[in-house]
């Protein structure tokens, strides 16, 4: 990517203001104002053939005019001037183009969105919208939007799809007091989108986390790239989850929307921590941005009150961070610097009673011990005590430590002097909130971007043994017979050439043939109508299982051939599987579709009930590692039947999430070619016995 | 409950505090400097035998001294001295008792503590605490507590089992901007508890909602009488719900039953609403103190961001209200007050150009229209626009409506600007929010509250056919044999008493006796050993399925025997059930427990992996409802399954809440017998065809 373009974007040097007006309420004077009073210092040059002057400013009737040179232009006319302002500005060797203008996707003029694009990048131009409130960057003193005023300070950076929203956050950073360095709106996306943002901001030095609100990505997969590789934590609010919310969306930014369960695991495959809602944005933002990671699980809590502890406990178990006895020579430090009353057990209860002193002492012996990985510290509002005070306590002692590898979280409960307070920590870098589940959480994401930064170092799974030609050349004489779809047999040898372990079948186009693979493939036996045209085999009577003699394959030949004639009179009938019956096991199932976000993305769900009525499965986007896979096993409800229930042994797991990972690996080298498929079911046998994929299914894509 | 003395609790009107104390930062001191401060009215009697006049008051050597009646006696002092305290305000006629004073049950003095209320009680006192930060009243101008000042001024009262949090709680109330007219700290709750505190809110003319922080119930079943019959809305931040380990019980019910599932089944049974955190403790407070009931599912979404509204609509599924589409009617009238790109379809966009009329028209129209049940505002601050001004014309356009019986709950995101103009809604009884989740979260309290409150109006089923005598002759024999255990045969005679379909079934002590009981029952049938030291029956190879001859009788009779007696040499054998054996249907449990804080409860789930597995069960506090019984069918995951999955026909749901019914009223009013208690499997047939219970297990409680 070229980083300098984007810089003339996001940090540019010196704006033009297209269609600034000297009309007060007019975006082109809003934007013109907003330069002004933010004290930009590049320069600004105000376009605008019928004015002279604006707010002070020089007015040039066209870019081309200004002798200097113009880093960025916003532009603020009516839809139907854009394309020829983009002409001047690239004429005029502009790098980026910030086009305020709504009236293209949104309202279905995808086609004219695209043409503006075409001519940007024919200039070497990038272009950020159309339809944005515009970028915001404290460190520049750059408004150059429509939003009223620079955010709070600080070192988070957002980037929203959604241009109300922005304007509403721009105000509510102060009053939340969460800072922020940059607001980039990023509207229609046509040209820049997520994964550019992300990346250049990976290299902004005044960025220390990245927050995004989503409503649908364009980029999914070059998002899991970007996301991958970037130094900083990065967390997500992504709305239209809901099935009429991704109506909403749909109707309003023009993007689709992908399932929500498949963007949990991208977002996840892309190191991108989730944000359950506004608030929580917010929330997780703030300690992203001031604190490191926290590498283990052992959390001490400290307290002066018991209830909070007791609420802290149990968010602590709603949030993955489950507490546990602090060791015996930690409570045995502890003890000293509490009342006898108090308990040091986890949550360290320092009473009412507790002051300053009692709390710097704590916090310094519970942050220097080495079997805490991290701090939370609660605090509810007495008459007797400072909250100011106990603040600076609490950040003295942990200078005084000189750890800055873990983390700690505060939550006073309180009224003005606590808020005071929590600003105050706050500003030296100690993130605090009003309830005690709120810290609780916040320390949870710390622990969650540990997490999901180590998952983002697996490379994903290679296999040697893949034969791709072979698998090509199944699919090819399928489209060369004019089908879009796989035989049954057909799947099963796209799927062997990717080494996954499928019940060996062949087809018989007769009786004697039917005999024949019979006695070649050894008895018992599973035989099944193939017919392109019959779906439900079993409801068309068009399966037999457990055939285990000569008579029986004879018999069953004939039997369901006039099963399957009499259910679809017109079926076409390719013949009869005769295939290997692979003994019972733990029924799975896996199945891919291409997500028009993410591409290629594999499914796992144990069968029967798991998947019909508990619609228990979970989704990676491949391809992947092996310990992504086997997390998968880990992720459904079902997860304890694979581990072995009542004293059975446990399934072969291991042999399954290497199927998973051959599996994940074929649908994304064939992406081209399949656009869903199922392994339905896999039957997984006891641990060392591996599987076998009893039944398979590839739709291809339309060509 | 005598009214007369919660009165002089919770509203005296005049005190004596024990312990008055002249020395700044003693609690004897704060408690008295706090009652001048708040203005109170009453009479205020410090009471200090070494002191003639503290902060201009008079002193008294003792409360006999006072020639005014006293009300109420708040006691600071040392908790060695309460007992004389007690015995002083009892001669004086003093109606309650408000003690501060720490040191009893919960450093585990739980006698010395038992033994003041026996004494209070004499003297026809009640007595609140001990270990109380004290009671709170804006109404009555009355701080009889140490917490330093009276609550921001509202309509709700708190009750806290946490003394800091209470403090903590009155100063957020200041920057919450959440109004309380009481605040009431309930310490070690040795008297008066939740249910006496509930029942004189309700009768308090100033408190509109009842909000509570809970971290244990010591009368969970009369909190469940008293929150039935409760005309305001409750509701409760419960804490302690982390995995506390169900651990000890004995059966397998027993050890499903987490303490915070019954909690919230009870506390919906209370007609209580459940809140998840403190800050839902505080938004649903406000939102059920400013609003009526939803009564409906209908919410109509208004909004001037189409981020804020896909926000919004994915919080509406979460929180049990998901969004439809507007009737067409009401979208025709909406797009006449709205620009022609915004979309009425719901949420209705109003787009970022809406002003203060397009927002008064549109809420106006909507709250209006008899097919919206409730009304959601959302509003995303803007330079152009004036948050107090579209504050004031939502106020007004629902003011000029006259509807009183339909909520709206509104959300800005905003600054400085937009909270002001949140305050000032919720000053005029629109409660304001701001994320638009919170205000789908509020709004959906509304509807919980509706049905709950509706719930709490089902009387619990009843039944002419129980023969009580029977089951208790069955329990009498057991215990007269010197057992706390009933065997399966005398688990179902019980179960038989109460109207449960049990398989029938006796038990044979020799061959030939299995051989007639076997002809009289009929075949196929099921034979298993009797022994109360074999609890894993086919573990021990003790039982036999599908018998079908009488030679398999003769046969299996020895087998078992001899089984029995490998597996444990010495067990006690009381011989061999030869029982009905019951078609196989959909498995389900049932099961009891005598919870120590809600007496007799019944749990329902369905049998294989549902409940090894998933831990898919869900319980009721006996007796209720046909309808609850009917609820819980659909409130375990696998609910499905008892619908008919595919294409299977429904399970006699029907018949399976009878027997729900039943077995909830046998464990209620066997509950001095039973203490546990469980029938699995249960077999549920097709719809018509009835359950039948085939096995079943009673433990008695020890006598």
């Known amino acids: 990517m070229n980083m300098d373009v984007l810089n003339g974007l996001f940090q540019p040097k010196s704006v033009a203001v297209v269609g600034a007006s000297a009309t007060l309420g007019k975006i082109g004077h809003t934007v013109l104002l907003n330069l002004q009073k933010s004290q930009y210092k590049g320069g600004i040059f105000p376009i605008n053939p019928k004015s002279d002057e604006i707010l002070g400013f020089k007015c040039y009737g066209n870019v081309l005019d200004v002798q200097d040179p113009i880093d960025a232009a916003i532009i603020t006319v009516p839809a139907k001037f854009v394309s020829q302002i983009i002409d001047e500005c690239g ?37 950020l919208g159309p339809n944005i409130v515009g970028v915001l960057s404290n460190s520049d003193d750059f408004n150059g939007s429509f939003a009223p005023f620079l955010p709070f300070k600080g070192s988070a950076s957002l980037v929203s799809q959604s241009g109300a929203l922005l304007i509403g956050i721009d105000a509510q950073t102060y009053t939340r007091g969460i800072g922020f360095d940059k607001l980039i709106s990023i509207g229609n996306m046509s040209d820049v989108n997520f994964a550019d943002t992300i990346e250049w901001l990976d290299q902004d030095k005044n960025t ?112 993955g961070i489950p507490l546990k006895f602090a060791p015996p020579d930690l409570q045995e430090e502890l003890k000293k610097y509490m009342p006898s009353f108090g308990s040091a057990i986890n949550p360290v209860d320092l009473t009412g009673m507790a002051g300053e002193g009692w709390y710097h002492d704590t916090v310094k012996i519970g942050f220097q011990h080495k079997w805490v990985d991290g701090l939370v ?81 697996d490379a994903p799974a290679k296999f040697d043994d893949v034969d791709r030609d072979e698998a090509l050349k199944v699919i090819n004489f399928a489209r060369n017979v004019g089908r879009d779809s796989l035989t ?41 109508i193939v017919s392109l045209d019959i779906l439900h085999k079993s409801d068309a009577g068009g399966v037999k299982v457990d055939v285990n003699s000569v008579e029986d394959v004879r018999k069953f030949y004939n039997e369901i051939l006039k099963n399957a004639k009499a259910y679809k009179e017109d079926a076409e009938i390719i013949g009869v599987v005769i295939q290997e019956m692979a003994p019972w096991g733990t029924e799975v199932i896996l199945g891919s579709v291409n997500d028009s976000t993410f591409g290629p993305t594999l499914m796992f769900g144990l069968g029967g009930i798991f998947v019909e009525v508990l619609k228990d499965v979970t989704f990676r986007v491949a391809p992947f590692s092996k310990k992504q896979a086997k ?40 992406h081209d070619e399949i656009s869903e498929s199922d392994a339905n079911p896999v039957l997984v046998y006891d641990e060392g016995d591996g599987l076998k994929v009893a039944d398979a299914r590839i739709l291809l894509t339309k060509k």
């Not at 941005?289 to 909070?308: A, D, F, R, S």
Request: one cysteine or more.
């Open 91 to 127: 004429e005029k060797g502009v790098k980026g183009l910030l086009v305020i203008t709504s009236g293209f996707s949104e309202v279905g003029l995808v086609d004219l969105e695209q043409e503006l694009v075409a001519k940007a990048h024919s200039y070497g131009m990038r272009l």
């Open 208 to 319: 220390f986390c990245i927050s995004l609100y989503v409503e649908g990505l364009k980029d999914g997969r070059r998002v899991i790239e970007v996301g991958r590789k970037t130094s900083k934590p990065i967390v997500a609010l992504k709305s239209g989850v809901s099935a009429h919310g991704a109506a909403a969306a749909a109707s309003h930014t023009g993007s689709l929307a992908g399932t929500s369960k498949i963007y949990k695991s991208a977002f996840a495959q892309a190191g991108i921590i989730q944000a359950e809602d506004l608030d929580n944005l917010f929330d997780r933002t703030l300690v992203l941005t001031l604190q490191p990671p926290m590498k283990g699980e052992n959390v001490l809590i400290i307290t002066n009150g018991g209830g909070v502890g007791v609420l802290a406990t149990d968010s602590a178990e709603k949030f």
């Open 377 to 457: 510290i609660l605090y509810c509002e007495t008459a007797m005590t400072d909250p100011l005070g106990i603040a600076k306590s609490i950040k003295k002692a942990v200078d005084s430590t000189g750890i800055k590898d873990k983390p700690i979280v505060v939550s006073f409960v309180g009224g003005e002097r606590s808020d005071k307070a929590m600003r105050w920590l706050v500003e030296n870098g100690i993130p605090a909130y009003g309830g005690p589940d709120v810290a609780l959480n916040a320390i949870g994401a710390l622990k969650e971007y540990a997490k999901i930064r180590m998952d983002t170092l």
């Open 488 to 528: 049954e047999l057909e799947s099963k040898q796209v799927f062997k050439a990717y080494g996954l372990p499928v019940t060996y079948a062949k087809i018989a186009t007769s009786e004697d043939e039917a005999v024949s693979f019979a006695e070649e493939i050894g008895f018992p036996l599973v035989m099944k």
């Open 631 to 670: 997390e998968m096993l880990n992720e459904i409800q079902g997860a304890p039947i694979l581990a072995g229930i009542r004293g059975e042994k446990p399934r072969d797991r291991e042999a399954l999430a290497d199927t998973i990972c051959r599996y994940a690996n074929m649908i994304y080298d064939l």
